[in-house]
C-alpha cells in the first residue's frame, strides 16, 4: 500500500523506469530446454550428447553469478534472460554444423587424396610387373640388335670395298670422257675446216652446164 501510495504522488516513478520482469530460471526447466532443443543434433555421440544439457545449464548459471559480480564492481546491470539461453543453445547447433561441414569437407578431401594415392600405387605395382615380364623380350631384342649391328658392320665393309672399286672406275671413266671430249673437240675443228670446202664444192657443182658434162663424157680419163 505504501509503494502504490507514493507511486500515486510521483507518477514519473512509472513514466521514466522499465521494471525488470525477467523471471530465473530454475535449473531443472534449463536442462529440459537443452535436452529437448539438443535432442536432434546429427553425428555427435550419445555419450557427449547426454552431457550438453548439464554443460549449457552450467554456462548460463556461470554468466547469472558473473553479472551479479559485474553489477556490484561496476554498478552496471547486464539482464541474463531465457531469450539469451535460447541464443546460447541456437549458437552452439549453428557452430557444430560449421564445424561438421568443414570436417566432413577436409575427409572428404583426404578420402580423395587416398583414393589417389591407391590408384598411383596400383598403377605403379601393375607398370612394374609389366616391366618384370618384359625383361625376356627386351634380352632378345638386345641380341637381335647386337646381330643386326655385326651385320650391319660387315655390310658397310663390304660397301666400303665396293665404293673403292667403283671410285676407281669412276676416275677411269672421267680419264676415258676426257680423251674422248678431247677427240670430239680435234674433230669439231677439223669439221669446221670441211664444211666451208663442202658448202663450196656444192655451189661449184650448181655452176656445172650440159656443156660441161658432155665435156667430161668425152674424156678417157676424167
Known amino acids: 500500500d505504501a509503494f502504490r501510495e507514493r507511486l500515486r504522488k510521483f507518477p514519473s516513478l512509472v513514466n521514466c523506469t522499465t521494471i525488470d520482469w525477467f523471471t530465473r530460471w530454475p535449473s531443472d526447466a534449463l536442462r529440459t530446454v537443452a535436452a529437448s532443443f539438443l535432442s536432434s543434433l546429427v553425428g555427435v555421440e550419445q555419450a557427449v550428447s547426454d552431457q550438453l544439457p548439464d554443460l549449457c545449464v552450467l554456462f548460463h548459471s556461470s554468466v547469472h553469478e558473473l553479472s551479479a559480480r559485474f553489477l556490484a ?77 655385326e651385320i650391319i658392320s660387315k655390310e658397310s665393309a663390304e660397301a666400303d670395298i665396293v665404293k673403292g672399286v667403283v671410285s676407281k672406275e669412276e676416275a677411269a671413266a672421267s680419264a676415258e670422257a676426257a680423251k674422248v671430249k678431247a677427240i670430239k673437240d680435234e674433230c669439231e675443228a677439223d669439221l669446221a675446216v670441211a664444211l666451208p670446202l663442202l658448202e663450196a664444192a656444192l655451189k661449184a657443182l650448181d655452176t656445172l652446164t650440159k656443156a660441161d658434162i658432155t665435156e667430161v663424157k668425152g674424156m678417157k680419163s676424167p
Open 73 to 149: 564492481e561496476q554498478r552496471r546491470h547486464y539482464y541474463v534472460t531465457p531469450t539469451s539461453y535460447l541464443e546460447l543453445l541456437a549458437s552452439y547447433k549453428s557452430l557444430l554444423s560449421k564445424r561438421q561441414s568443414e570436417v566432413m569437407t577436409a575427409k572428404s578431401r583426404y578420402e580423395i587424396g587416398l583414393d589417389k594415392l591407391a590408384t598411383t600405387e596400383a598403377s605403379v605395382s601393375g607398370m612394374k610387373q609389366e616391366l618384370i615380364e618384359l625383361q625376356p623380350q627386351l634380352a632378345v631384342a638386345a641380341k637381335e640388335t647386337e646381330a643386326a649391328m
